[in-house]
């Protein structure tokens, strides 16, 4: 909505050009099912801008809006967007109480306004370890969850309170509870069952993680799903802000141009590279 | 000798790579001839991208139309079934335009991509001329003394390359690793995760510790070898030297530890199977299980977090790299390159100390 142009039916005209571009993409069949996004730089954003801390977190979330749309839009089944990190806890009050304020402000603006769960059938689910949250945050939470309980097209997952690691113990206790009361036996615990305990369970397996403002860490966000082998890591040095849907289609298509190049490597085609040239010109 | 058993045997291990990829045994012709280091970034197992990227726009899309559909309906089980069938139907026509769109910049795409990975090639070609540590010491120490700080801890994931390709089989993979041993020394870093995928670097000590005993005495002379300790996390298990050459009592100039996809997630597997055998006999208490105590564990059992990882392939993948060892760690990587290089290892530290990394990144 800030994108307004002054020329009439320019936006007409740009979305036209967003839903040719999101379908084509879903055409190439390789689009990723899973992506993971650290919305890192709105805070540096801002200072750079010289506007308000607070201005600039509102921009990350046109920005997370506009992106998400457009991976909806082109067909990837969940996504994970890191909101809120166990660790911040340890910043002083007076951020962690802001930064808790716009999270539950994102949350019910996400469900309250309804046009993207509505238009998308998205299920908004919030993982982390919510018992470190207030009572009134986690009431609205719940609220946000309830309302989009139904919506099976898509999902999205808001991490709030999260670490990675916090995830895998969360797992990893889930199951020996398991154990202890006799529903599984020690050898039955592999591998998959801790995948399968993680908050992101039973959901498509992460194919591509997103990270903004240019630092080349996981820090703590999804680091079982993202180390497996396979998963595709963008690391952009662009602020979070910044990060439009541009961008956002390029690294698409960029996916879908390399899983199509490895189907076909991986599939160890004997053709001949003669007749598939040829097959392109004829 | 026991290098070229264990060559011959692992000859038959990496074969399924050869007969997977096919433009190896296209550039493996004459096994006797070794290009040199130059010409071997252009020959490499991905060189021919020109090709292959037709190759993919034909196959993607004038082929591909079957499996296309049947995804479709697919993803279909999220949508509700009887108004899914009709939407097909009416988008027949529709999707075929779609195809048209994605063959046209699929084809645009690559026209890009060709010329990125000419840009990307030379550009490391470049840095390979500006940074060679000339197997000395004193020219490596120079560049990273430089650097304000430099990592306590260093990680690199390292990948067996096809028999055929350049730096390809066991050997290669050795040579490399002991490469980066003897540059991780002279940079100063006490500590050294090499991670294979398979742990064949597990499996091969003894021909890694004779490896990195002949590299390190071409980069400090046979008579001052600094000393060397090589542990194996999963089996618990610490060398010293080369077969020997004295049992290590001495301080260690570097410990290697050798980590495979064994010590990431089947390691926490065995914690959480441990863990539950001793809550069902009341040895321990569940709530007594935090992140902390994880964390002990883990550290005990595959060693701390590193704070560097330096990958030698092409695009950022992580390679199943133990989970829990990773929070934090900074990542660095070449686009394109494929090739354990000086120019690589040296840029990562620059990074890590927070000097520029100047284009691509």
Known sequence: ?282 | MTMTEAQAINTTFLHDHKINDKESSETTGSNFHIPPPAASRMKGGNANTKRRTVQVISKSIFVDNRPNKNSDSDSGKFTEGSTFWKRENINYLEFTFYKIVLAELFFIYGIFRYFQLQYNKSKLKIFDLLYSPSNTPQLIRQDVIKLNKIPSRLAVILEVKPIGDVGGGLKGLLNDASELVCWTISAGVKHLSLYDYDGILQKNTDELRNAIFEHLSIYYGPANVPNYAVRIPHFNKVFYNKKGYGDGKGKVAIEVSLLSNRDGRETIVDLTRTMADLCSNKEMNINDITVDLIDTELKQLVGPEPDLLLYFGPALDLQGYPPWHIRLTEFFWEEDNNQVTYSVFIRGLKQYAGCKVNVGK
């Open chain 1, 1 to 282: 909505m800030s994108e307004e142009s002054k020329i009439p039916g320019n936006l007409f005209f740009l979305s036209l050009i967003k839903n040719v571009f999101s379908r084509t993409i879903r055409a190439s069949n390789n689009v990723p099912k899973h992506v993971g996004f650290i919305m890192d730089g709105n805070r540096r954003w801002a200072r750079k801008n010289e506007i308000e801390v607070k201005d600039g977190h509102e921009a990350g979330f046109h920005s997370m809006s506009r992106i998400l749309e457009l991976c909806y839009e082109a067909g990837v089944h969940t996504a994970t967007v890191y909101a809120f990190s166990i660790e911040n806890f340890k910043r002083s009050k007076y951020e962690v109480d802001s930064l808790m304020d716009l999270a539950q402000r994102r949350i019910r603006q996400i469900t309250e306004n309804g046009e993207l769960t509505d238009k998308y059938g998205i299920r908004v689910r919030v993982i982390g370890d919510i018992s470190l949250l207030d009572k009134d945050v986690l009431a609205d939470i719940q609220e946000a969850t309830e309302r989009t309980k139904n919506n099976r097209r898509a999902v999205l997952n808001i991490c709030f309170p999260y670490t990675g690691r916090e995830e895998i113990v969360h797992s990893m206790k889930d199951i020996i509870k398991k154990q202890n009361e006799g529903i599984i036996t020690t050898g039955q615990i592999n591998e998959d069952m801790i995948e399968n305990h993680l908050y992101t369970g039973g959901l498509p397996p992460l194919d591509l993680l997103i990270r903004t403002s240019g630092v080349s860490r996981l820090s703590d966000f999804m680091i079982w799903q993202g180390t497996k082998k396979g998963v595709m890591i963008e690391l952009l040095d662009c602020l979070w802000p910044e990060f439009g849907s541009i961008r956002m289609g390029w690294i698409l298509l960029k996916f879908a141009f390399r899983k199509s190049y490895s189907n076909v490597k991986s599939t160890g085609d004997e053709d001949d590279d003669d007749s598939a040239i040829d097959k392109k010109y004829t």
